[in-house]
Nanobody
Framework: VQLQASGGGLVQAGGSLRLSCAASGSIGSFNAMDWYRQAPGKQREFVAEITSGGSRNYADSVKGRFTISRDNAKNMMYLQMDSLRPEDRGVYYC?????????????WGQGTQVTVSS
């Protein structure tokens, strides 16, 4: 399965963006799907997760501002980002995880750039 993230861009602080992650195959078998981000000079960090059961987890820094969702019928995952701050800037990556044969299998998409101006 290949993942492709899109929807990034330049937005002013306080604005919104909606990121999308398109999968080339069915996402129904993934145990969880996540968004990560990486700011310049920093390590990649967790942003949000949605499990196959619909449970959602968020990094403290984005709670109340970001919403993760998935549409299994369309093989898509989304990240609605509201009240954006300059510190939200970075390259956003989508990830999908599947547990099979005793191992976790990770799939990564290419990133999409988010820039937030102050």
């Amino acid at each position: 399965v290949q993942l492709q993230a899109s929807g990034g861009g330049l937005v002013q602080a306080g604005g919104s963006l909606r990121l999308s992650c398109a999968a080339s195959g069915s996402i129904g078998s993934f145990n969880a799907m996540d968004w990560y981000r990486q700011a310049p000079g920093k390590q990649r960090e967790f942003v949000a997760e949605i499990t196959s059961g619909g449970s959602r987890n968020y990094a403290d820094s984005v709670k109340g501002r970001f919403t993760i969702s998935r549409d299994n019928a369309k093989n898509m995952m989304y990240l609605q980002m509201d009240s954006l701050r300059p510190e939200d800037r970075g390259v956003y990556y989508c990830n999908a995880r599947r547990y099979a044969a005793g191992l976790w299998h990770d799939y990564w998409g290419q990133g999409t750039q988010v820039t937030v101006s102050s």
